[in-house]
């Protein structure tokens, strides 16, 4: 079972416009939560996170939400750069641990 | 400064054969990671060390084993590779276990024929 769901498995966006990626969980005791970014044939790297204690957090043009009664968070991209066209992961923690569970990600392209 | 670095890039294998990825890191991280991506599918987590000398089992460590060589370096390796294991295989590296951000290499790209 998926704990950790990108729905969407790819988004097109026109350049200058907001993209929004979204991301549900089914574990409501997951206490942190990152967005990696991949281009093709590299690793990911990290965007941003978000701790449960909080509902937004921003960094330049990437902001996350944290929907916690909906299990629910959402990357905000605005505006969008055709530079940002790559593979977005969300990744949650269950409290007392380590491990992040990642999902499947979404496909991003924005377009010129 | 290379961040996390892994070799080889790419890799193919018959089934039956062994073989030993490599991962190092010159950040002077205590943690390392090593994960698969399969197609459909989110970054899995295979086996991690909290810190040199020590090891643990992460969700699908069946098939591989894993060595904290040093605080640098962890290399995971497939004794007998299945057709079940052809992947992408990620190292990562963090500050601490629970550290909130995962550094990550380039990535191997493994075929098990």
């Known amino acids: 079972d998926q704990q950790v769901k990108q729905n969407s498995p790819s988004l097109s966006v026109q350049e200058g416009r907001i993209s929004i990626l979204n991301c549900d969980y089914t574990?409501?005791?997951?206490?942190?939560f990152l967005w990696y970014k991949k281009y093709p044939a590299e690793g990911p790297t990290f965007l941003i996170s978000?701790?449960?204690?909080?509902d937004k957090n921003e960094d330049g043009r990437f902001t996350v939400f944290l929907n916690k009664s909906a299990k629910h968070l959402s990357l905000h991209i605005v505006p969008s750069q055709p530079g940002d066209s790559a593979v977005y992961f969300c990744?949650?923690?269950?409290?007392?641990?380590?491990?992040?569970?990642f999902g499947t990600g979404t496909r991003l392209k924005v377009l010129a | 400064n290379a961040g996390v670095t892994q070799t080889p890039k790419f890799q193919v294998l018959k089934t039956g054969q062994s073989m030993t990825l490599q991962c190092a890191q010159d950040?002077?991280?205590?943690?390392m990671y090593w994960y698969r991506q399969d197609p459909g599918m989110g970054l899995r987590l295979i086996y991690y060390?909290?810190?040199?000398?020590?090891?643990d089992k992460g969700e699908v460590p069946n098939g591989y084993n894993v060595s904290r060589l040093n605080k640098r370096e962890f290399s995971l390796r497939l004794e007998s590779a299945a057709p079940s294991q052809t992947s992408v295989y990620f190292c990562?590296?963090?500050?601490?276990?629970?550290?909130?951000?995962?550094?990550f290499g380039p990535g191997t790209r493994l075929t098990v024929l």
């Open positions: 950040m002077n991280h205590n943690s």
């Open positions: 990744a949650a923690r269950a409290p007392g641990t380590y491990k992040y569970i």
């Open positions: 978000i701790s449960s204690i909080k």
């Open positions: 574990n409501s005791m997951f206490d942190y």
């Open positions: 060390s909290a810190s040199e000398g020590t090891t």
């Open positions: 990562a590296s963090s500050p601490t276990l629970r550290g909130n951000e995962q550094f």
